[in-house]
Every structure is written in C-alpha cells, then in structure tokens.
C-alpha cells in the first residue's frame, strides 16, 4: 500500500513563500498522477492543483495560477508545491492525494484513492 507524507507547512507573513513535499513510500507508486488539494473548517476540499506523473504537466485552480507551482521527482517519489505571494485566503489544511487512471475527473477529490494527513499552513496578515 502506498501512503503519502506531506511536510512543509508552517506560518509565514503575507507575500511570503512555502514549499509543501509529498513524499510516497510504501510499494512502488504506480499513480497516474498527483493533486493538492486544501481545506478550511466548514469548507469542501477545494482544488489546488495537479500533476501527471508521466509527463509532468499541470493543472491549477484559477485561484492559485501565476502564484504556485507544482513539480515532481521521479527517482525520488516527491512531488512540490511551490507557493510564493502568498495570502491570508491560501490559509488552509494542504493536502495530497494520488489518482491511477486518467478516466476521472482529477479535479474533483473523490477521484482520488490515495490521500496524506495533511500540513497547515497559514498565511498572516
């Protein structure tokens, strides 16, 4: 079984930058691909983004575009969200979560199998 470890939240001022790693450990990965997703108390998961693990390209959420970016490591089972200019609205639970078919909709959470346990972060004003 594969599990998924989030780790890089933490508090930072307004306009500042956070990079979040998902590490999967467990059997070799064999996801198509990886999302981030996020969370506020009363609130759905909301999309972040997403990556195909196979040809490395992305999908953002409207709300985070120009401002985050995701990545990945092959050889290491690692995928990155890199946030800069951050705001008090990205306040959130961060989650990843790994999806292995294309025959979903990756941007909507219950398409995902996989999930972390999730890393804060919050963003002051």
């Known amino acids: 079984q594969v599990q998924l470890v989030e780790s890089g939240g933490g508090l930072v001022q307004t306009g500042g930058s956070l990079r979040l790693s998902c590490a999967a450990s467990g059997r070799t990965f064999s996801g198509v691909g990886m999302g981030w997703f996020r969370q506020t108390p009363g609130k759905e998961r909301e999309f972040v983004g997403v990556?195909?693990?196979?040809?490395?390209?992305?999908n953002y959420a409207d709300s985070v575009k120009g401002r985050f970016i995701i990545s990945r490591d092959n050889a290491r089972n690692t995928m990155y969200l890199q946030m800069d200019s951050l705001k008090p609205e990205d306040t959130a639970i961060y989650f990843c979560?790994?999806?292995?078919?294309?025959?979903?909709?990756?941007?909507?959470?219950?398409?995902?199998?996989?999930w972390g346990q999730g890393t804060q972060v919050t963003v002051s004003s």
């Open positions: 979560a790994a999806v292995n078919t294309v025959s979903v909709n990756w941007l909507l959470p219950r398409s995902y199998n996989t």
């Open positions: 990556i195909n693990w196979n040809t490395g390209r992305t």
